[in-house]
């Protein structure tokens, strides 16, 4: 006669591996699916490298600065509060949506912007892209400054923004 107990730890460990693995698989799937559209034909959304990153950028006018500002990790929240919920607008009026991404890594990419019409001699404006698995799921131009502003990648929506004469 064969006897097998489970223990209610084993059952909430083998339950926590399966919610792990169904969180890397839809990951996985959301990547594949192509979900990170770009916004226009002929965008390259590939962003493995510093040259990768950079050129992306530049298809939009952006001149950064090689090194980045800032990298790090962020978790996209599974469900997302009100500031997420703008944030993913701004995203998708870019042809990104950050959904399939919820409780996923992405890295984050901060590069100075250098040429900003207005700012060029100010070190407030920034690029952040969010990247997972080598592509670019989104991100933003902003300025860091008090009176701030945020806006997509594409630079017609920076030449409609007011100077600053603010000395840094």
């Known amino acids: 006669m064969f006897v097998l107990s489970v223990h209610k730890r084993q059952i909430r460990l083998v ?17 594949r699916n192509g ?18 990153r950079i050129a992306y950028l530049s298809q939009f006018g952006w001149e950064v600065d090689e090194d980045p500002i800032e990298v790090s990790e962020v978790v996209i929240p599974e469900t997302f509060d009100e500031t997420y919920t703008q944030y993913n607008e701004l995203q998708k009026a870019q042809g990104f949506d950050l959904t399939p991404y919820a409780s996923c ?18 070190d ?29 990648f ?15």
């Open 15 to 31: 339950l926590l591996l399966l919610a792990l693995a169904a969180i890397a698989v839809a990951c996985a799937v959301a990547s």
């Open 124 to 152: 407030c404006i920034q690029a952040t892209l969010l990247i997972y698995e080598g592509q670019v799921i989104g991100g933003d131009v902003c300025s860091t400054q008090l009176d701030g502003f945020m806006h997509g």
């Open 35 to 52: 979900t990170a559209v770009s916004q226009g034909a002929g965008v390259n959304l590939r962003a493995d490298t510093a040259d990768e």
């Open 105 to 122: 890594r992405v890295k984050r990419w901060i590069y100075r912007v250098r040429n900003y019409p207005g700012y060029e001699q100010l």
């Open 154 to 168: 594409v630079k017609e929506a920076a030449e409609t923004q007011p100077a600053q004469t603010q000395a840094a």
